[in-house]
């Protein structure tokens, strides 16, 4: 006879189990958001690794300049100079699980201030704002790529389409907004990550 009980146990476990191997799937592939710093040039992307939660690089290919945290360990981040090259870049990570999406936000800018790694202006997107972003970013997904299009691929499109929304009264958080409606699309993170009400 067939155990029902134990038979959802196992099913339970196994999605909660790839949920989890897709969220580390998402923030390894958001934690290489590269930055240029005031003194560099545009430097090339690079890969950062989360070891136990934590920001590491690889010591052979970079030299730590400098690393902080905002909100307890939350958000992370590291400058870093490639070894090879002397190019510099800055990577940041930020553990939102369980965060409300506009807080995801705030805690994202927060730590993009304290990186010092901002590179858009205007003032902080407020809920309405990001809700409106995220759902020209969502829109121009679905008119312009098929469902499951990789993230990398619709960046351009979804970039220019919230930049263009928001020509005459931008603000800061539409590059956010752009990201996570395209991870949202790319099936790389649950549509609970966008803001309520985005269409």
Aim: aromatic share 6%; hydrophobic share 40%; charged share 25%.
């Amino acid at each position: 006879m067939t155990d029902f009980a134990a038979l959802e146990h196992d099913l339970i476990c196994a999605v909660a189990r790839h949920s989890d191997r897709r969220r580390r799937q998402r923030r390894r592939a958001t934690v290489a958001a590269v930055v240029a710093l005031a003194a560099s040039s545009l430097s090339a992307v690079a890969v950062a690794s989360d070891i136990g939660g934590d920001l590491r690089l690889d010591p052979t290919e970079w030299s730590v300049l400098g690393r902080g945290s905002v909100d307890d360990g939350s958000g992370e981040y590291v400058h870093a100079q490639r070894r090879d090259d002397g190019s510099r870049s800055t990577f940041m990570v930020e553990h939102d699980d369980g965060l409300p999406p506009y807080q995801a936000f705030l805690l994202h800018e927060k730590t993009v201030d304290s990186a010092q790694a901002t590179h858009e202006s205007g003032p902080l997107c407020n809920p309405a704002e990001l809700t409106r972003a995220e759902s020209v970013a969502l829109r121009t997904l679905r008119a312009q790529f098929p469902a499951g299009a990789a993230a990398d691929a619709t960046k351009a499109a979804v970039n220019a389409a919230v930049r263009h929304a928001f020509a005459g009264d931008p603000c800061r958080g539409l590059e956010y907004a752009g990201e996570q409606a395209r991870f949202v699309y790319a099936g790389k993170m649950p549509a609970s990550k966008l803001m309520p009400g985005v269409t």
